[in-house]
């Protein structure tokens, strides 16, 4: 097994002109976003991030604030990444590796509010996938099991707690899918899904607002083909929205709606899913069948028809569902396409 320092040997920036610059870009195999910055796994497995670096999630050894140019991180083949609220995850082929802010212990390390360059997350040697939230970040076992660490919900205080250390979610041994968003974790087993951690708005969706480090049973899901989760700190709380593909391609979402991140046509809070409604009454906006895929911000929602056309619901304020004419007035509760998505005029 190579060092813990093994894949960051020779950093250097993805490109040093436009040209190096945007073949980075048009090379990647996946991409990621944060709170204000954004990490993607090139063509050859490397790790490249650019954005906002205040705490080292772009990269802990570069003194700028903002990096504009895509800077090399990892240079070693890296399979998944995401991105939390100012920290990044990366999963390699021996484990999880963490970098950015570690004020809630959240990279793995140690509480401690500083910067950390990339590092192995002890015990995750054998993890198959990563998801990180505001403030925490999960891995996927290999054997179905879950670690989480950063701040999550103490099981006998049932207050949220900062720790470094990879921490087993109690009683998940079959899980196949992991999420993570504004305090809230959620996995899908084979005959449903569940969810804990922060409940302030009911991003659990166990009927409660009810934080719980257990993990809670979401009524009338069993089971997921696609699951995502999202949030974020508001007025100092952890608030946040989960959603789901279920087997018959239906996104249902549940939590915070103030901006109709659930897309059920209202802005009001559900403490169980709802169903993601779509609207008919343009020829720019579609109905939500044979969903893809499913990826949430902090107050917006998106998601991928197999057939191509992307859809997006919620917060609009600063353009983020791609509507044809933004009015910032407008919280729109359906989902919308997605202006002019794939075409080349």
Same mark, same amino acid.
Not at 279 to 301: K, P, T
């Given at each position: 097994?190579?060092?813990?320092?093994?894949?960051?040997?020779?950093?250097? @920036?993805?490109?040093?002109?436009?040209? $190096?610059? =945007?073949?980075?870009?048009?090379?990647? @195999?996946?991409?990621?976003?944060?709170?204000?910055?954004?990490?993607?796994?090139?063509?050859?497995?490397?790790?490249?991030?650019?954005?906002?670096?205040?705490?080292? $999630?772009?990269?802990?050894?570069?003194?700028?604030?903002?990096?504009?140019?895509?800077?090399?991180?990892?240079?070693?083949?890296?399979? $998944?990444?995401?991105?939390?609220?100012?920290? =990044?995850?990366?999963?390699?082929?021996?484990?999880?590796?963490?970098?950015?802010?570690? $004020?809630?212990?959240?990279?793995?390390?140690?509480?401690?509010?500083?910067?950390?360059?990339?590092?192995?997350?002890?015990?995750?040697?054998?993890?198959? &996938?990563?998801?990180?939230?505001?403030?925490?970040?999960?891995?996927?076992?290999?054997?179905?099991?879950?670690?989480?660490?950063?701040?999550?919900?103490?099981?006998?205080?049932?207050?949220?707690?900062?720790?470094?250390?990879?921490?087993?979610?109690?009683?998940? =041994?079959?899980?196949?899918?992991?999420?993570?968003?504004?305090g809230q974790s959620c996995a899908a087993r084979p005959s449903e899904v569940v969810c804990w951690g922060n409940n302030i708005s009911g991003q659990l969706g166990?009927?409660?607002?009810?934080?719980?480090?257990?993990?809670?049973?979401?009524?009338?899901?069993?089971? &997921?083909?696609?699951?995502a989760a999202g949030g974020g700190e508001f007025d100092g709380q952890l608030v946040g929205h989960t959603c789901a593909v279920d087997r018959d391609f239906n996104?249902?979402?549940?939590?915070?709606?103030?901006?109709?991140?659930?897309?059920?046509?209202? =802005?009001?809070?559900?403490?169980?899913?709802?169903?993601?409604?779509?609207?008919?009454?343009?020829? @720019?906006?579609?109905?939500?069948?044979?969903?893809?895929?499913?990826?949430?911000?902090?107050?917006?929602?998106?998601?991928?028809?197999?057939?191509?056309?992307?859809?997006?619901?919620?917060?609009?304020?600063?353009?983020?569902?791609? %509507?044809?004419? %933004? @009015?910032?007035?407008?919280?729109?509760?359906?989902?919308?396409?997605?202006?002019?998505?794939?075409?080349?005029?």
């Open positions: 097994m190579p060092g813990p320092d093994a894949a960051f040997d020779q950093p250097a @920036d993805a490109g040093f002109d436009f040209g $190096q610059f =945007t073949l980075a870009l048009e090379h990647a @195999d996946q991409v990621a976003a944060g709170a204000a910055h954004s990490c993607a796994i090139t063509e050859a497995g490397a790790v490249v991030c650019w954005g906002q670096n205040t705490r080292g $999630q772009v990269a802990a050894d570069l003194p700028d604030e903002v990096v504009a140019i895509p800077h090399r991180v990892i240079a070693q083949a890296a399979r $998944q990444l995401d991105a939390g609220a100012q920290h =990044t995850c990366a999963l390699l082929s021996h484990g999880v590796f963490c970098w950015g802010s570690g $004020q809630y212990g959240q990279v793995g390390r140690e509480v401690a509010d500083r910067a950390f360059p990339p590092a192995l997350v002890p015990g995750t040697e054998r993890a198959v &996938a990563v998801a990180t939230g505001t403030r925490h970040s999960c891995a996927l076992m290999d054997d179905g099991t879950v670690l989480c660490w950063g701040e999550l919900i103490d099981e006998a205080t049932n207050e949220p707690t900062p720790t470094a250390e990879a921490t087993p979610v109690p009683g998940l =041994t079959d899980a196949t899918l992991i999420a993570a968003g504004g166990d009927g409660t607002t009810e934080s719980s480090a257990l993990p809670k049973a979401v009524p009338e899901l069993a089971g &997921a083909l696609h699951l996104v249902l979402c549940w939590g915070r709606n103030d901006e109709g991140q659930l897309g059920d046509g209202t =802005t009001e809070s559900s403490l169980k899913p709802v169903i993601v409604l779509a609207r008919e009454d343009r020829d @720019d906006e579609a109905f939500l069948n044979d969903v893809g895929e499913i990826d949430l911000g902090a107050a917006h929602s998106c998601a991928r028809d197999n057939d191509g056309p992307i859809v997006c619901w919620g917060d609009d304020r600063e353009g983020q569902i791609g %509507r044809r004419q %933004r @009015d910032e007035s407008v919280l729109p509760g359906r989902a919308v396409r997605v202006a002019r998505f794939g075409r080349s005029d």
